[in-house]
């Protein structure tokens, strides 16, 4: 049926059936009404939400970013530490270069270190006997005294050694930032990941407002028609006669027949006083006069 059709139809309906549609349109409209205020404040909390993990998202930015200037500034030491042991290297070998003896002393310093080294990752890994262990200890204490010697005499040769020294010292700050390099790197990358993991729960949040924000719209605009509906329906109702109550149309019904019984019974009595030539009030006349009246158009 087409909607100029049921506008014609509508234009007949009864008053009781204009009626029970406006209330199941202002039924439907108050449903929709409430639904939209529950979606509203759904978009509230979404929003609310959002703006938390704005916050956060921010927040760890903010931190991983003061880490990667201090991860800037360290690598800017590092580079720098590396360089002065290059510069000193160089000049340790040009020194080696006039003194060959020294060179060979501390290639043997350097094979020692290495060999200890060797021997110490042996007992820490390898299962050994107890003799086995000893004997390795034993080996070990021999190379560490030989050591002590060639330092011995690397002292005896103080520009070299004071440079090998400074190597050493350099190399163990160089270590030591290494490590908190490493560590901030971590540190920084975790505040990253949690950062990013946190913008993809925006852009999901995001997504869900997105979709309550369409389902506002199109609930709010089912709320309207059905309001428009509403109003069409109470406009049309003031044009149609509101029937009478039957208990109503009973009662007024039962007023007009004791009316006429009454009426009855006085010109009963008019006709009755006329007869015995009794003087008769206003009433009584008048009430004579339209009964012979009524008489004469019926005859």
């Known amino acids: 049926m ?11 309906l009864s008053f009781s059936e204009i009626q029970t549609l406006a209330e199941d349109y202002k039924r439907q409209r108050d449903e929709l009404n409430k639904k939209t205020k529950e979606i509203f404040n759904e978009l509230k909390a979404k929003e609310k939400e ?4 704005k916050k956060e998202a921010k927040e760890l930015r903010n931190k991983r970013d003061d880490i990667n200037k201090k991860v800037q500034e360290f690598k800017k030491q590092k580079i720098e530490l590396i360089e002065k042991i290059k510069n000193l290297s160089n000049q340790r070998n040009l020194l080696k270069k006039k003194d060959k003896e020294s060179g ?3 290639s043997s310093i350097r094979r020692h270190e290495l060999e200890i080294e060797r021997l110490e990752r042996r007992i820490e890994t390898d299962v050994l006997t107890i003799k086995e262990e000893n004997r390795i200890i034993e080996k070990i204490n021999d190379l560490n005294a030989k050591r002590k010697e060639l330092l011995k005499y690397m002292e005896e040769h103080d520009e070299l050694y004071q440079i090998e020294k400074e190597i050493d010292s350099i190399q163990l700050e160089l270590d030591d930032l290494k490590e908190k390099l490493d560590a901030l790197s971590k540190e920084s990358q975790e505040f990253h990941e949690q950062m990013i993991t946190l ?24 709320a309207d028609e059905f309001h428009e509906l509403y109003i069409k329906m109470m406009n049309q109702q003031k044009k149609v006669r509101r029937p009478k109550k039957p208990y109503a149309y009973k009662k007024q019904l039962e007023r007009k ?3 006429q019984e009454m009426i009855k019974k006085q010109l009963e009595s008019a006709i009755e006083k006329r007869k015995k030539g009794e003087k008769l009030d206003l ?16 005859s």
């Open 2 to 12: 087409s909607r100029n059709n049921s506008r014609k139809k509508q234009q007949y």
């Open 50 to 53: 959002i703006d938390q993990f």
């Open 104 to 106: 060979k002393q501390y």
């Open 199 to 222: 913008f993809k729960e925006t852009d999901y949040l995001r997504d869900q407002r997105k979709a309550k924000e369409d389902e506002l719209i199109e609930n709010k605009k089912k």
């Open 257 to 259: 027949i004791a009316e």
């Open 283 to 298: 009433f009584e006349a008048r009430l004579l006069l339209e009964h012979e009246n009524k008489e004469e158009e019926e």
